[in-house]
């Protein structure tokens, strides 16, 4: 799990890895006020005591008005990056080490300094429902009842990283290696590649775990990685009973021989296109196009060396110093490419966009996480509801637990609510029986050791993301496709930068999906009956919200996106439907590179923030490579 980043320039840029289950409904208007009453004070002082410089939002500041014919200049940066996400923020980060590096970052969002809830582990979700997130929708899935399903995407500096649930788990080697496999470039393999983890990595060692070796994590990179200082008795009991269910205990899951098991887990510039310089049959990046609203004055600024587009799947964050300046903007990082005429020909050609450069793949290969959530009842009655206050009687404990939380740091607050998870394999016969699954599913891991499913668990059950806490004492386990074989696809609605674009996952259109979430949920079924859960969960209520009984229709009622979508800007051969190579620059267009979820040439089999971590260090090491050799 990733906590606060350490207090260096840098984290001025990185903001924190917060990842998110929820929505701005997690806690009811009355549960709101509570909460801001208590956190008020707090929120001044901090806001008036961080002090730093403010951001640039008068964008001629640093562009020139596009079609002043009597100023034909451009501001001129050596590297402008695209979005002030978890990617951009790393690579603005690190590339300003340097200081003969002058970088601009665009960003659509705002500064989350000022945003509490996005530090506090439990009230990441309240952020879901404001202006600092987009709120997309998919088009309807035609295989979960026709739904269009909410994909809640970060409009701030830090990005995602900054309304998430802190889960720090990478995926497995084997994804690497098959990174390196496709690319034909072994330093993406996970003996090369796995530097760049330690690399942004500073472990806090708890003495509780004991078995996990700090010699193998990072020690002085900005992020700061450990364990969280609270976990509920549920979800030890979910440890305790995943053993006593098959699944053995790992003391790291981000290790070469602990992929599987079980254990806890840790203003505004619109980028209205990229401009290029064609000569002959050549194409080159040369600047961005930008502007703070729809109909206001567009601005551009010159990029001397690089482009990098690093929109994620979503957005960014922000920061201002003599050598990086950032702005805002709004867009995915494919709507940025096509609507700039880089893309399928015929997208670009239905929205009367001029096609700069036919690149197929931009836009394909769309690949989530679909989850499932299965909901128990709570006997012993003591879940955290209450982080929903929905009588008088968790008034109290909410304010007690923001009370803990602002002096100590600990208590209820100081859970991301999703605390602990086991990872295996959906043909694992130890958990699966042949006898009972005779059926042989197509392996879609990328090695014999690496999972495709995740089971977590979380101390009270919810519903829409958050939305919705069930109204009596619950816990919730949850069944995760890691490896979907599911592919589906981001296209243009139109030609204007402030329309959405078209998102469409395709979930559970392969039947082998469906097939390996059913058997998480079997398992689940299986681990909710051993100790010691089986003696905190009330098997014998019958309450219709509940699932106590087997209901295998859930998996299309309720499949939901972990908020993980990836590789839609491949890393892979052209040949391959690849849109960037292995140094991350888009196929037949210079200067112009993508560095964020989107390269990942396959999904990993974990969470995503960390791999994209480690993608924008390894990206600024090879720009900064780049560069020297320019500049000598």
């Known amino acids: 799990m990733f906590s606060r980043l350490l207090r260096h320039r840098t984290a001025s840029i990185l903001v924190l890895v917060l990842l998110s289950y929820s929505s701005k409904n997690l806690i009811p208007r009355r549960g709101r006020l509570i909460w801001f009453s208590a956190i008020a004070v707090s929120v001044f002082l901090r806001q008036k005591l961080m002090g730093g410089k403010p951001f640039i939002r008068d964008l001629s500041r640093v562009g020139r008005l596009a079609g002043n014919k009597s100023n034909l200049d451009f501001d001129e940066f050596d590297v402008i990056i695209i979005g002030g996400g978890t990617a951009g923020c790393v690579l603005a980060a690190r590339l300003t080490e340097e200081p003969h590096i002058r970088v601009l970052v665009l960003e659509s969002g705002e500064s989350g300094r000022g945003l509490l809830f996005s530090r506090i582990p ?208 709004r867009s995915y990082i494919v709507q940025i490419l096509m609507l700039s005429g880089v893309g399928p020909a015929e997208q670009l050609q239905k929205h009367n966009i001029p096609v700069m450069h036919d690149l197929p793949g931009v836009g394909s290969n769309l690949v989530d996480h679909p989850v499932v959530d299965v909901y128990f009842k709570d006997k012993q009655n003591n879940s955290r509801k209450f982080l929903k206050p929905q009588g008088i009687s968790d008034v109290p404990k909410l304010i007690a637990g923001v009370v803990q939380y602002l002096v100590s740091q600990r208590g209820p607050l100081a859970s991301n609510v999703a605390e602990a998870a086991a990872f295996c394999r959906s043909d694992d016969p130890n958990l699966f029986p042949p006898g009972e699954y005779p059926s042989r599913l197509a392996d879609s891991t990328s090695a014999a050791d690496s999972p495709d499913l995740e089971l977590f668990v979380t101390p009270f059950a919810y519903k829409n993301h958050g939305a919705t806490i069930l109204p009596v004492h619950s816990v919730a386990l949850h069944s995760t496709l890691l490896r979907p074989m599911s592919i589906g696809k981001i296209t243009l609605k139109s030609n204007n930068p402030w329309d959405s674009p078209v998102l469409d996952p395709k979930y559970l259109e392969a039947s082998e ?42 998996v299309r009622e309720r499949v939901e996106t972990l908020y993980h979508p990836t590789s839609t800007c491949r890393m892979a051969p052209l040949s391959e439907g690849g849109v960037v190579d292995s140094h991350l620059r888009v196929h037949g267009i210079q200067n112009l590179r993508v560095g964020d979820a989107s390269i990942f040439p396959s999904i990993v089999s974990g969470h995503t923030a960390g791999a994209v971590f480690a993608v924008a260090e390894k990206l600024a090491d090879m720009v900064k490579d780049d560069l020297a050799i320019v500049k000598s």
């Open 513 to 554: 999906d469906v097939q390996k979430l059913v058997r998480g949920i079997k398992l689940i079924f299986k681990i909710a009956k051993a100790e010691p859960l089986a003696s905190r969960l009330d098997h014998n209520d019958k309450n219709p919200i509940l699932d106590h009984d087997m209901h295998l229709r859930i």
């Open 122 to 329: 439990s009230a990441f979700s309240l952020l879901f429902n404001t202006r600092h997130v987009h709120k997309f929708y998919t088009e309807p899935q035609v295989n979960a009842q026709g739904a269009n399903k909410l994909w809640p995407r970060a409009k701030l500096l830090g990005g995602c990283s900054s309304i998430n649930a802190q889960m720090a788990q990478y995926g497995a080697p084997g994804d690497f290696d098959q990174w390196a496999e496709i690319n034909k470039d072994d330093s993406w393999s996970w003996k090369n590649f796995s530097r760049y983890f330690t690399k942004f990595e500073k472990y806090s060692y708890n003495p509780e775990h004991p078995d996990l070796d700090p010699k193998a994590k990072g020690s002085d990179g900005p992020v700061r990685i450990g364990y969280f200082s609270d976990i509920s008795q549920s979800s030890k009991d979910f440890i305790n009973s995943c053993k006593k269910t098959g699944i053995p205990h790992s003391a790291d899951f981000n290790t070469i021989t602990s992929a599987g098991g079980v254990n806890r887990v840790a203003i505004r510039a619109q980028v209205r296109q990229i401009l290029f310089e064609k000569v002959g049959d050549t194409v080159r990046a040369i600047g961005v196009e930008f502007s703070r609203t729809e109909n206001g004055p567009r601005y551009r600024a010159k990029a001397r060396r690089e482009i990098i587009v690093a929109g994620g799947a979503v957005h960014s964050p922000q920061v201002m110093s003599p050598t990086l300046i950032i702005i805002v903007y």
